[in-house]
């Protein structure tokens, strides 16, 4: 099993329990973590692939998205008062 997969299976049971308990920064460094390689590639998965040479109004938005999630859900832990706003 190589080191990706063994990182799958290790964040999909973190990620859940973040879920459960509301715990919103995991979730944000990992939309965080999803533009990088977009970004890099040029290719964003939403529904389905979107690539920024053929549609670079729905890739940026999905981009800007992710980011706004990102950053919104790292917010809602930092900053818990304004959280219903945020999340």
Do not use: C, T
Not at 11 to 29: C, N, R
Request: without cysteine; charged residues 5%; glycine residues 6%.
């Amino acid at each position: 099993m190589n080191r990706q997969r063994i990182l799958n299976y290790i964040a999909f049971p973190i990620l859940g329990a973040a879920a459960v308990l509301g715990i919103y920064w995991i979730w944000g460094l990992l939309f965080l973590w999803w533009l990088v390689p977009a970004v890099i590639s040029g290719q964003a998965h939403f529904v389905f692939e979107v690539s920024r040479s053929k549609d670079p109004l729905l890739f940026w938005a999905v981009v800007i998205l992710w980011a706004l999630a990102g950053v919104m859900m790292i917010a809602a832990s930092l900053y818990p008062q304004y959280a219903p706003w945020l999340v």
